[in-house]
């Protein structure tokens, strides 16, 4: 038998919470599960009621991933033995605390499932058994890998998601197919997915990275940080006000500039993806770009950069694109991301706007 939570491919079951939850094996589990997702979906909390499942509501948001609230769980569940059944309901955050808490207590849970609620942890945070907390404002700094025996894929819990939540998982899905799969972004480009179409894609996308590195021992898992290395700065210098999925579009962005200041990225590349990701509203998002960044110090940004994990002697690794579906990685140079600092904080490109 393995160890919990060791790498296992995802068996996601798509279809009502209620008929999943119908189907939840006997014994002893746990719910730790967003309280506005709760409150909106009543038949959600009726569900586990049903079963005799315990209910611990989280409040979700960055917030949420500290080691504080790890050990309230673990106050909370005390009395639960180590082979109960752990659900992580709601979004990213409550997924990756869920995470932490299912590899942490009583060194390991009996099984896993993961509920996710937003688009963003739909595509992607609840695959892939990464979980992680924050601390002192350092975004994932403690974290484990514990894989989720199961996925439930709710689409009545997606339906009271708001405009700008879906966009958030459709950058991150389209972050994969720019990065892994050439023909996936050429089709996305031509007929863009559905949303439930989308989720199945994209999860597929991220699992094939993830089986050949599920541990990320092997250097290819990094591919699924292309737009996070910026996208966490910009987080960060927001305080956690532009959130995850919009960081890493802007990240994408970043990325993309970086790349062509190295001459790593094409600029026919940066335009298409730029385009792509942004349609009419590319404008705008540079200006936001610009916005974050407009109290931001570039020795603010060092400092960031250097407690990055994938930093090598204070200087960012970052993963940047040399072609549609083709990636590489790239120490990057203080005097290049300054520039490119300058230009972003005038809401231009990189190479815009210098005669
Ligand atoms: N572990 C990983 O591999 C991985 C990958 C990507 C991102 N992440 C993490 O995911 C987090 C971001 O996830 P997120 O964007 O889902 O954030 P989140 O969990 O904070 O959810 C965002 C908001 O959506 C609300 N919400 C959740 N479900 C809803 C629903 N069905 N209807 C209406 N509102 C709903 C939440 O209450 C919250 O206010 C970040 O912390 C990021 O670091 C982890």
């Not at 927001?238 to 500039?257: K, P, Q, S």
């Not at 020795?299 to 549609?324: C, I, N």
Request: some cysteine; overall charge positive; proline content about 3%.
């Amino acid at each position: 038998m393995s160890a919990p939570g060791s790498y296992c491919r995802p068996r996601d079951r798509w279809g009502t919470f209620a008929e999943s939850c119908a189907e939840l094996s006997e014994g002893p589990a746990l719910a730790i599960a967003d309280a506005r997702v709760l409150r909106l979906h009543r038949r959600v909390g009726q569900a586990l009621k049903a079963k005799g499942v315990r209910v611990l509501p989280v409040t979700a948001g960055e917030s949420a991933k500290s080691l504080a609230r790890v050990e309230a769980l673990a106050r909370a569940a005390a009395d639960l033995p180590r082979g109960a059944t752990v659900l992580a309901i709601g979004g990213g955050t409550v997924g990756d605390l869920a995470t932490v808490f299912a590899h942490l207590f009583k060194r390991g849970v009996g099984r896993f499932i993961q509920v996710p609620t937003t688009a963003l942890a739909a595509v992607d945070s609840s695959v892939g058994g990464k979980g992680a907390v924050n601390v002192r404002g350092v975004k994932n700094a403690l974290g484990v890998f514990h894989f989720a025996d199961e996925a439930w894929l709710c689409p009545e819990l997606f339906s009271t998601l708001s405009e700008a939540q879906r966009r958030e998982g459709r950058f991150e899905a389209l972050k994969m197919a720019v990065t892994l799969d050439a023909r996936t972004w050429a089709a996305w480009r031509a007929h863009p997915p559905a949303e439930q179409a989308l989720i199945r894609e994209a999860r597929a996308l991220k699992d094939q990275v993830v089986l050949r590195d599920p541990y990320e021992t092997k250097g290819l898992r990094v591919v699924l940080n292309f737009g996070h290395t910026f996208g966490h700065v910009l987080e960060t210098v927001t305080g956690f006000r532009l959130r995850h999925g919009e960081a890493v579009g802007l990240g994408m962005l970043c990325a993309l500039d970086v790349g062509c200041a190295l001459r790593a990225t094409p600029r026919e590349v940066t335009e298409e993806v730029e385009t792509t990701i942004f349609g009419a509203g590319r404008g705008e998002a540079r200006a936001r770009l610009a916005r974050a960044l407009q109290r931001t110090s570039a020795a603010q940004v060092a400092r960031l950069l250097a407690a990055d994990k994938k930093s090598s002697e204070g200087a960012p690794r970052m993963v940047l694109l040399h072609g549609l579906g083709r990636w590489t990685t790239a120490t990057v140079d203080r005097a290049t991301w300054e520039h490119c600092l300058r230009a972003w904080k005038q809401g231009f490109q990189w190479g815009e706007g210098e005669g």
